[in-house]
């Protein structure tokens, strides 16, 4: 089992930025990947982000490329999400899963919110 947990979304403006943060538990961290997605009301899930074990390997939706990045802390079990350069296209709840390597199963956080008005 893996508990995940998302901190930092908040409201902002068009050309702010946000860190998003997901701290994990309950399994080794830097034995999985981890990933950003995000959910806008009355649309589906879609990715945004996604890290290797190591964090020497990601990639990235072709909306958020060049203003997003991410990034994972292994000694702090967390994987954060840079967002720079914020549209109001990019409202919507952010979630991290964690998946792959020795996991056996996908886990979710809760999300949080991001609004950027315009």
């Known amino acids: 089992q893996v508990q995940l947990v998302e901190s930092g979304g908040g409201l902002v403006q068009a050309g702010d930025s946000l860190r998003l943060s997901c701290a994990a538990s309950?399994?080794?961290?830097?034995?999985?990947?981890m990933a950003w997605f995000r959910q806008a009301p009355g649309k589906a899930r879609e990715f945004v982000a996604d890290?290797?074990?190591?964090?020497?390997?990601?990639g990235y939706a072709d909306s958020v490329k060049g203003r997003f990045t991410i990034s994972r802390d292994n000694a702090k079990n967390t994987v954060y999400l840079r967002m720079n350069n914020l549209k109001p296209e990019d409202t919507a709840v952010y979630l991290c899963?964690?998946?792959?390597?020795?996991?056996?199963?996908?886990?979710w956080g809760q999300g949080t919110q991001v609004t950027v008005s315009s």
């Open positions: 309950g399994r080794t961290f830097s034995n999985y990947f």
């Open positions: 899963k964690a998946y792959g390597g020795s996991l056996t199963s996908e886990y």
């Open positions: 890290i290797n074990w190591s964090g020497g390997s990601t």
